[in-house]
Antibody, heavy 117, light 110 residues
Framework: QVQLQESGPHLVKPSETLSLTCTVSGGSISSYYWNWIRQSPGKRLEWIGYIYYTGDTNYNPSLKSRVTISVDTSKNQFSLRLTSATAADTAVYYC???????????WGQGTLVTVSS | QSVLTQPPSVSAAPGQKVTISCSGS????????VSWYQQLPGTAPKLLIY???KRPSGIPDRFYGSKSGTSAILGITGVQTGDEADYYC???????????FGGGTKLTVL
């Protein structure tokens, strides 16, 4: 069974770049769509974007100017970069797999990232 | 504001049936599959229903989903105390070319 694990800094200063990595184990990253989703303190889920293993990406229009998602198939990892972070980016960040372009069947445990000086 | 509308909370006594609605539009639910996720306290969301009414392996048949027009419903029969959680609907939003989620519904088992 595939497992996903987020890693990265838990504290980011305002205006700096938030960077996270998702490591996929128990299966190959060379298929499917790999997503980043975040959950604000108010519990709202917000889709950030996805990357296909070929490198094709699609981002939430509201974040598109600040987001980059990349994949490293040799390490079975994909990553998120969110520039110019503000307090509004404070959230639990999840990585998730979409096997068929219509649902998320595997999620990481999530990692809380706080944007604060 | 979420493009998908869910009631903030529902409640049910153990053993009863409860339904959670998810209302959208032609640009999301009306033309795309709906999935449902259960989030127990302190954990990540877990897939409950996909493609409107299909259950992943391991999900009991107490959980069911349906879709009609621009709305979807998650139903739970024989509610148990362990079902207390937040429930989210999700679907593709064609006007944004991206995923949309409902605001979530908290199920309280009385």
């Amino acid at each position: 069974q595939v497992q996903l694990q987020e890693s990265g800094p838990h504290l980011v200063k305002p205006s700096e770049t938030l960077s996270l990595t998702c490591t996929v184990s128990g299966g190959s990253i060379s298929s499917y769509y790999w997503n980043w989703i975040r959950q604000s303190p108010g519990k709202r889920l917000e889709w950030i974007g996805y990357i296909y293993y070929t490198g094709d990406t699609n981002y939430n229009p509201s974040l598109k100017s600040r987001v980059t998602i990349s994949v490293d198939t040799s390490k079975n990892q994909f990553s998120l970069r969110l520039t110019s972070a503000t307090a509004a980016d404070t959230a639990v960040y999840y990585c998730a797999r979409d096997p068929n372009f219509d649902y998320f069947d595997s999620w990481g445990q999530g990692t809380l990232v706080t944007v604060s000086s | 504001q979420s493009v998908l509308t869910q009631p903030p909370s529902v409640s049910a006594a153990p053993g009863q049936k409860v339904t959670i609605s998810c209302s959208g539009s032609s640009s999301n639910i009306g033309n795309n599959y709906v999935s449902w996720y259960q989030q127990l306290p302190g954990t990540a969301p877990k897939l409950l229903i996909y493609e409107n009414n299909k259950r992943p392996s391991g999900i009991p048949d107490r959980f069911y989903g349906s879709k009609s027009g621009t709305s979807a419903i998650l139903g739970i029969t024989g509610v148990q105390t362990g079902d207390e959680a937040d429930y989210y609907c999700g679907t593709w939003e064609s006007s944004l070319s991206g995923w949309a989620f409902g605001g979530g519904t908290k199920l309280t088992v009385l």
